[in-house]
């Protein structure tokens, strides 16, 4: 019977023992539950879920007019600015993870949800193309295609920001040809009846150099094939070569198009009251004057997209020409970045824009879940009262009182 006693005691103490190891394992388990869950949120399901709200706009058809014949193609078309890729000279390594495992998210979720025809990046895709080593470049245009992958049917093509081949300045034929080697020197990309016009808006400073000269050749050039595609009879000097849909082009460029400041900029993302009133900088902060009035003369768009700026704005050009200001897409310029979605005919556009989730939320949705997972451990290190048992508690000294 003694013998029995103390091996049922030995039984007993060991259990007792093990109970609060249990715990602590199964306390452990929940913490480590709650940071997985919190985890893909933060850095997975937020994307889908804020994305999920973005639509594409409803365009105009001829079959909306009750025209007769098949009607006119919808293209579907996203409009990215400003990337900007960190490099290897002002990008701290964590910060270069951060931003562009946003970016990855966000465009990949954008893909798989909204499925567009077409995407455009408006410039300054790389932040250090400007000064960047032949090896820099190289590792900066892995990235990219790491970030910006996509299937073959869905046509990627970006314009040159003066942070990718540098301001006039910097820029020299090594730096265009490089960054053309990559995203295809095209000026003019014609696609389901569209004609897109994608200048270096660098090359516009009007000064008479080799390269500016060039441009300016090569748009005269699409100039005179884009009124030649306008003539209902073909002239003879239009020659007998392919003609261009007959659309007023879309012009995509970099740099803004002349505006005095962003004043007249109104919405959640344009630019801070601080800065919009401040002068733009011809040939810096937008094209010249005399540039923006060659550009819409020689190619009388129907619609002009940019950049730089980082934040959003609409301006309207001439005999109501339509500037849209893209914003960045990079968490490190905006805290609330987005794109516009665009759906195009040869005759029609319609345009809407698509948020990104906001970086402060997902700041205070980290910061609310690590207090409250302080709070539990605390709890469960006897530390701290529950707050459950400490209301209740409370709640019955109340009653008796």
């Given at each position: 019977?003694?013998?029995?006693?103390?091996?049922?005691?030995?039984?007993?103490a060991?259990?007792?023992?093990?109970?609060?190891?249990?715990r602590?394992?199964?306390?452990?388990?929940r913490?480590?539950?709650i940071?997985?869950?919190?985890l893909?949120?933060?850095?997975?399901?937020?994307?889908?879920?804020?994305?999920?709200?973005?639509?594409?706009?409803?365009?105009?058809?001829?079959?909306?007019?009750?025209?007769?014949?098949?009607?006119?193609?919808?293209?579907?078309?996203?409009?990215?600015?400003?990337?900007?890729?960190?490099?290897?000279?002002?990008?701290?390594?964590?910060?270069k993870?951060?931003?562009?495992?946003?970016?990855?998210?966000?465009?990949?979720?954008?893909?798989?949800l909204?499925?567009?025809?077409?995407?455009?990046?408006?410039?300054?895709?790389?932040?250090?193309?400007?000064?960047?080593?032949?090896?820099?470049w190289?590792?900066?245009?892995?990235?990219?295609?790491?970030?910006?992958?996509?299937?073959?049917?869905?046509?990627?093509?970006?314009?040159?920001g003066?942070h990718?081949?540098?301001?006039?300045?910097?820029?020299?034929t090594?730096k265009?040809?490089?960054?053309?080697?990559?995203?295809?020197?095209e000026?003019?990309?014609?696609?389901?009846?569209?004609?897109?016009?994608?200048?270096?808006?660098?090359?516009?400073?009007?000064?008479?150099?080799?390269?500016?000269?060039?441009?300016e050749?090569?748009l005269?050039?699409?100039?005179?094939r884009?009124?030649?595609?306008?003539?209902?009879?073909?002239p003879?000097?239009?020659?007998?070569g392919q003609?261009?849909?007959?659309?007023a082009?879309?012009l995509?460029?970099?740099?803004?198009?002349?505006?005095?400041?962003d004043?007249?900029?109104s919405?959640?993302?344009?630019a801070?009251?601080?800065?919009?009133?401040?002068?733009?900088?011809?040939?810096?902060?937008?094209?010249?004057?005399?540039?923006?009035?060659k550009?819409?003369?020689?190619?009388?768009?129907?619609?002009?997209?940019?950049?730089?700026t980082?934040s959003?704005?609409e301006?309207?050009?001439?005999?109501?020409?339509?500037e849209?200001?893209v914003?960045?897409?990079?968490w490190?310029n905006?805290n609330?970045?987005?794109?516009?979605?665009?759906?195009?005919?040869?005759?029609?556009?319609?345009?809407?824009?698509?948020?990104l989730?906001?970086?402060?939320?997902?700041?205070?949705?980290?910061?609310?879940?690590?207090?409250?997972?302080?709070?539990?451990?605390?709890v469960?290190?006897?530390?701290?009262?529950?707050?459950?048992?400490?209301?209740w508690?409370?709640?019955?000294?109340?009653?008796?009182?």
């Amino acid at each position: 019977m003694a013998a029995g006693d103390m091996a049922s005691t030995r039984l007993g103490a060991r259990r007792q023992h093990l109970r609060p190891l249990k715990r602590r394992g199964l306390v452990l388990l929940r913490l480590t539950a709650i940071i997985f869950a919190l985890l893909l949120f933060c850095e997975f399901l937020i994307y889908y879920l804020v994305i999920f709200r973005c639509s594409w706009p409803a365009v105009k058809t001829s079959a909306d007019a009750g025209g007769l014949g098949t009607p006119e193609p919808v293209l579907r078309v996203m409009f990215l600015a400003d990337t900007h890729l960190l490099g290897t000279v002002r990008g701290h390594w964590l910060d270069k993870l951060r931003r562009e495992w946003q970016m990855e998210r966000a465009f990949q979720t954008a893909l798989w949800l909204l499925q567009p025809g077409v995407v455009f990046i408006l410039g300054d895709v790389f932040d250090e193309g400007k000064w960047s080593s032949s090896q820099a470049w190289a590792d900066d245009v892995g990235r990219f295609w790491k970030i910006f992958r996509h299937p073959p049917h869905v046509q990627l093509r970006a314009v040159a920001g003066n942070h990718d081949i540098g301001f006039h300045y910097q820029m020299n034929t090594y730096k265009i040809k490089r960054f053309e080697k990559v995203f295809n020197p095209e000026r003019l990309f014609s696609w389901k009846g569209i004609n897109f016009v994608m200048v270096n808006s660098v090359a516009l400073e009007g000064d008479g150099c080799d390269i500016c000269s060039g441009a300016e050749a090569e748009l005269l050039e699409i100039s005179h094939r884009l009124n030649c595609s306008r003539e209902e009879h073909r002239p003879q000097e239009c020659g007998d070569g392919q003609q261009l849909p007959a659309s007023a082009p879309i012009l995509l460029q970099h740099f803004p198009l002349y505006r005095r400041n962003d004043a007249n900029c109104s919405g959640d993302d344009a630019a801070p009251p601080d800065e919009k009133y401040t002068p733009f900088k011809e040939r810096y902060d937008a094209l010249s004057q005399e540039a923006s009035r060659k550009l819409l003369w020689w190619l009388r768009p129907r619609l002009v997209l940019s950049g730089h700026t980082h934040s959003a704005c609409e301006v309207l050009h001439g005999a109501g020409v339509l500037e849209v200001s893209v914003p960045s897409f990079s968490w490190r310029n905006r805290n609330n970045p987005s794109f516009i979605m665009g759906s195009i005919t040869p005759t029609e556009y319609a345009l809407a824009k698509c948020y990104l989730p906001c970086e402060d939320t997902v700041l205070t949705t980290y910061c609310t879940a690590f207090g409250g997972l302080v709070l539990l451990t605390l709890v469960h290190a006897g530390l701290v009262a529950s707050p459950f048992h400490f209301g209740w508690n409370m709640l019955r000294k109340f009653k008796t009182t």
